[in-house]
């Protein structure tokens, strides 16, 4: 019986596989799944989901999928899904905030411990910002909040500053947060490998920015005006800037500040 030619593997295999080895290897389990397909890359509990590379990829594309790849592991091997679910606020923009500084912490973890990984997840950022919307923006109502937290987290765990696509969006946030969050940014370095406790932080310094919408009316208006009313003033200008940003992080709420709809950053002990 005659056995037909052995099929060519493609190109990209070994670059695959190899990939799939160190995933599981810096996650710490033998049995994570990792596949390769078009669309966005994810990770779920026992399964990670990379981009599929191109049949001749690019130094830069590799690096991007390594990047993507490193992040994921560190997650499937730094993260506790339970202590995460514990901590983190129920919903809205303060659950994004909340999760962009953990995938910032786990990947500074990462990023502090192995050279090559820091050159891998930074490609990955680079790539994240690529599009470029964020390069010029001048307001916060174009900078999306999550985004900037966690690169100023990044960058005080790490020492890396932001990619210069996104270093405006970092900048129109910078002093906002830096000044509300000053104390509990500075304790960041130490609480980087207890999740527990880095959590904890994140919720305080959540607290220190309040209300969401009154938070964002005190940066438009100033804090006297929000704080003599104790809601968003009746300021057009304030409002419809509420309005925009709050929409912009994907939440919902009455922008007025004191109804039973506000927006409010909920805590959960």
Known sequence: MSIGPKRRE??????????G???????????????????????????????EPSRVPSQREIA????????????????????????????????????????????????????????NLTARIEDQYAHGRFAQVKTRADAPLEDAVALLIRERLTGMPPPDSAKALVDVWRPSI????????KRLDSLAEDQESFGRLMRDLLRAFGSVPLALAA?????????SCGCVPAIPETQSYVADILGLLHGAGDPSGDGAGALEVRLVR
């Open 10 to 19: 493609a190109p990209t295999e070994p670059l695959k596989r190899a990939v």
């Open 21 to 51: 080895l160190c995933v599981r290897a810096i996650a710490g389990h033998a049995d994570l799944e990792v596949g390769f397909a078009a669309g966005a890359p994810e990770y779920s509990t026992g399964h990670v989901q990379l981009p």
């Open 64 to 119: 991007v999928i390594r990047g993507w790849a490193d992040s994921f592991a560190l997650t499937a091997g730094c993260h506790d899904v339970r202590v995460h679910n514990k901590l983190a606020p129920s919903a809205g923009p303060a659950r994004l905030v909340f999760e962009a500084a953990e995938r910032a912490r786990v990947e500074a973890l990462g990023a502090n411990r192995m050279p090559g990984m820091a050159r």
């Open 178 to 185: 830096e000044q509300r969050g000053a104390k509990l940014l």
């Open 219 to 227: 940066y438009n208006a100033g804090p006297d005006r929000v704080r």
